[in-house]
Nanobody, 129 residues
Framework: QLQLVESGGGLVQPGGSLRLSCSGSGKNTLDYYAIGWFRQAPGKEREGVSCISGSDGNTYYADSVKGRFTISRDNAKNTVTLQIDSLKTEDTAVYYC?????????????????????RGQGTQVTVSS
């Protein structure tokens, strides 16, 4: 079973940047898995923000984050990274990475949480001055 661990969250001022990482825990490798990033702000529903496929590296973004979020992967380091630039207070949330299961685990199934079976515990991002 794939185990995912997020890191890189923290407190940052508006306009700043953060780099979040998603890694496979222990012997788990992210190779070929599509990896999605989600976030949940207090009192709001969980929102899918980006996904990178495991087959061809295609990337997908929610309209709300296009131009500020960049997803990438480094299979040699067993890591998928979400670069967040020009942070806004409304980016404050717990950020999760997740991966789909099944025979098409290497394709991004969309940006809906229920489509991803493997999920990390999340990392807090707080944007405040």
């Amino acid at each position: 079973q794939l185990q995912l661990v997020e890191s890189g969250g923290g407190l940052v001022q508006p306009g700043g940047s953060l780099r979040l990482s998603c890694s496979g825990s222990g012997k788990n490798t992210l190779d070929y898995y599509a990896i999605g990033w989600f976030r949940q702000a207090p009192g709001k529903e969980r929102e899918g923000v980006s996904c990178i496929s495991g087959s061809d590296g295609n990337t997908y973004y929610a309209d709300s984050v296009k131009g500020r979020f960049t997803i990438s992967r480094d299979n040699a380091k067993n890591t998928v990274t979400l670069q967040i630039d020009s942070l806004k207070t409304e980016d404050t949330a717990v950020y999760y990475c997740a991966a789909p299961s099944g025979q098409t685990y290497y394709y991004c199934p969309g940006l809906t949480w229920d489509q991803y079976s493997y999920r990390g515990q999340g990392t807090q991002v707080t944007v405040s001055s």
